[in-house]
Nanobody, 117 residues
Framework: QVQLVESGGGLVQPGGSLRLSCTASENIFRLNPMGWYRQAPGNQRELVATITRGGIINYADSAKGRFTISRDSAKNTVHLQMNSLKPEDTAVYYC???????????WGQGTQVTVSS
């Protein structure tokens, strides 16, 4: 059982920045890929960004140029740096990972990001 613990959400004004962190309970190179999804009220959960253990990164079009996903393997942590935030970025952000050995999907508990003036 893999546990994913998120942190870093909060309230920020439009144009501001936040950094989300997701710490896994095991070596992140056993998880492939890891990434972030988000879900706004009334909407389906959608991809934000993912990173494979080989370092291949994928962004949703809405995240390109504003968000950056990175990892700190020594701390088993993946970060999502979010800049130039917009009200439409308001959502619960979930960390996600797939266990490379058996394909089981894991989700964090979610962290709220609210972009509002």
């Amino acid at each position: 059982q893999v546990q994913l613990v998120e942190s870093g959400g909060g309230l920020v004004q439009p144009g501001g920045s936040l950094r989300l962190s997701c710490t896994a309970s095991e070596n992140i190179f056993r998880l492939n890929p890891m990434g972030w999804y988000r879900q706004a009220p009334g909407n389906q959960r959608e991809l934000v960004a993912t990173i494979t253990r080989g370092g291949i990164i994928n962004y949703a079009d809405s995240a390109k140029g504003r968000f950056t996903i990175s990892r700190d393997s020594a701390k088993n942590t993946v970060h999502l740096q979010m800049n130039s935030l917009k009200p439409e970025d308001t959502a619960v952000y979930y960390c996600h990972a797939i266990a490379a050995i058996n394909g089981i999907n894991y989700w964090g508990q979610g962290t709220q990001v609210t972009v509002s003036s």
